[in-house]
């Protein structure tokens, strides 16, 4: 079982960008994004429930960022808009088998290996 990320790129301040995260060999109750800048810890981002489509964003990137699931395809996306230098990091897709109130990193069990995503100003 792995996830798999794609869509990072480099994108001027204002622009778009979507990633997916592809997940090989099962679905998972929970599956979310969160972001890594140089020298900074693990921040959430987004998440989803599979069952139901409930969603949860962190304050800074809500009213900007969607998070979707494709049944069909078993992948889960995250529509980036209205971009930010402060939204440069490494996205990370993760998952796991339960539902919480918690949004931690420690709190996801498998992760993606991370795409880069870069906004200039």
């Known amino acids: 079982v792995q996830l798999v990320e794609s869509g990072g790129g480099l994108v001027q301040a204002g622009g778009s960008l979507r990633l997916s995260c592809a997940a090989s060999?099962?679905?998972?109750?929970?599956m979310g994004w969160f972001r890594q800048a140089p020298g900074k810890e693990h921040e959430f981002v987004a998440a989803?429930?599979?069952?139901?489509?409930?969603?949860r964003y962190a304050d800074s990137v809500k009213g900007r960022f969607t998070i979707s699931r494709d049944n069909a395809k078993n992948t889960v996306n995250l529509q980036m808009d209205s971009l930010k230098p402060e939204d440069t990091a490494v996205y990370y897709c993760?998952?796991?088998?339960?539902?919480?109130?918690?949004?931690?990193?420690?709190?996801?069990?498998?992760w993606g290996q991370g795409t880069q995503v870069t906004v200039s100003s």
């Open positions: 993760a998952a796991r088998e339960y539902i919480s109130a918690s949004y931690s990193a420690p709190s996801f069990d498998l």
């Open positions: 060999g099962r679905t998972f109750r929970t």
């Open positions: 989803i429930i599979w069952s139901g489509g409930g969603t």
